[in-house]
């Protein structure tokens, strides 16, 4: 159902009839983690997350699964040198 309440206009899971069935009966705002990510959206109430209604759940456990700013540091990081590397040392 269309959001009357936080997110206007946006189609949502958690709306109803009888209003938001989320946890707290709302959207929760962005956090910090969350700035320069392209799911942001600004509303007239607040800045809102397009995917999830809670954000800072998001980033309780770890990073966010949908982040879209962290794509650079993610591929840099652990992927794809440390694999090579091992597998050089394997043949020497
Ligand atoms: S997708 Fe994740 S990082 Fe991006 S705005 Fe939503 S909760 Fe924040």
Known sequence: MVCTSVKEGLDCFFMSKEGCRFN???????????E???KVQEFPTGNYCLVFPDPAAKWRLGKC???????ETNIKGNGKLNPLKASKRNFH
């Open 36 to 38: 320069g990510c392209q």
């Open 24 to 34: 707290g009966g709302t959207c929760h705002q962005i956090v910090e983690q969350c």
């Open 65 to 71: 699964s949908m982040a879209t700013h962290l794509k």
